[in-house]
């Protein structure tokens, strides 16, 4: 069974740039995906979107040392609730309550 995974996060300002640079570098070293994207959704914020081959692949990476989200919080700005990132994973995420 695939997993989608979905990652919302504002850049702080003048980020922009080191937020796709680590992005691009962790997704490199991503085994096991259908698709991986970083998506801009309003102005400012963005999602980073991958879709699994397997919740074990998904798994894995969650166990790594090193994740996406431990790489992008210095350039992430937190929301309104205090979190850095909004995050929702499962067989099928509903983009409507998403974005």
């Known amino acids: 069974m695939t997993m989608v995974n979905c990652i ?13 640079r680590e992005t691009y570098r962790i997704y490199k ?3 096991g995906t259908l ?4 998506v ?3 102005e ?3 999602a980073s979107v991958i879709v699994w081959k397997s919740v074990d692949h998904f ?3 969650l166990n790594r040392d090193i994740r996406l989200i431990d790489v ?12 850095f990132f909004h995050a929702f994973s499962g067989p099928t995420v509903d983009l409507s309550v998403y974005t």
């Open 59 to 61: 798994v894995e990476v």
């Open 8 to 20: 919302r996060f504002k850049p702080t300002e003048g980020c922009e740039e080191d937020v796709f």
């Open 40 to 42: 801009a959704l309003e």
């Open 44 to 46: 400012g914020e963005y």
């Open 72 to 83: 992008l919080k210095p350039y992430v700005k937190p929301y309104d609730d205090g979190e």
């Open 29 to 31: 070293t991503l085994d």
């Open 35 to 38: 698709e991986k994207r970083l």
